[in-house]
């Protein structure tokens, strides 16, 4: 997912998946991935000042069986009332399983 999102934002260099918050499932051939973000060592200020907003939002990714995983959405920041369920790209039945993407703290 790292990597994937990095393509779209490639000033992003040191970040990593939050931990707590990862989803991952699949529906038929399709797995589907979400997951926010956050500074790994050595980001710079520029990568913080981004992440400070990009960072916060879920961001969702989706692969072929087989293929590179693909960034296909954000949520909106702050988060959307209708959870994962509102992002068109997830299918309706992964976002039931994961509970609408939200994270009990």
């Known amino acids: 997912m790292t990597?994937?999102?990095?393509?779209?934002?490639?000033?992003?260099?040191h970040i990593?998946?939050?931990?707590?918050?990862?989803?991952?499932?699949?529906?038929?051939?399709?797995?589907?991935a979400a997951t926010r973000f956050q500074?790994?060592?050595?980001?710079?200020e520029g990568?913080?000042?981004?992440?400070?907003?990009e960072g916060s939002a879920?961001?969702?990714f989706r692969a072929s069986s087989g293929g590179d995983w693909?960034?296909?959405?954000?949520?909106g920041f702050p988060a959307s009332e209708g959870g994962?369920?509102?992002i068109p790209?997830?299918?309706?039945?992964l976002a039931t399983a994961w509970r609408n993407c939200r994270i009990v703290r």
């Open 58 to 60: 879920m961001k969702y």
């Open 89 to 93: 790209q997830i299918p309706r039945a």
């Open 16 to 32: 990593a998946p939050a931990p707590g918050g990862f989803f991952y499932g699949q529906c038929g051939t399709v797995r589907y």
């Open 47 to 53: 990568e913080l000042v981004n992440l400070q907003d």
């Open 39 to 44: 500074p790994t060592p050595g980001a710079n």
């Open 3 to 13: 990597r994937a999102f990095q393509r779209g934002f490639p000033r992003l260099v």
């Open 70 to 75: 693909s960034y296909v959405a954000t949520d």
């Open 84 to 86: 994962c369920r509102a």
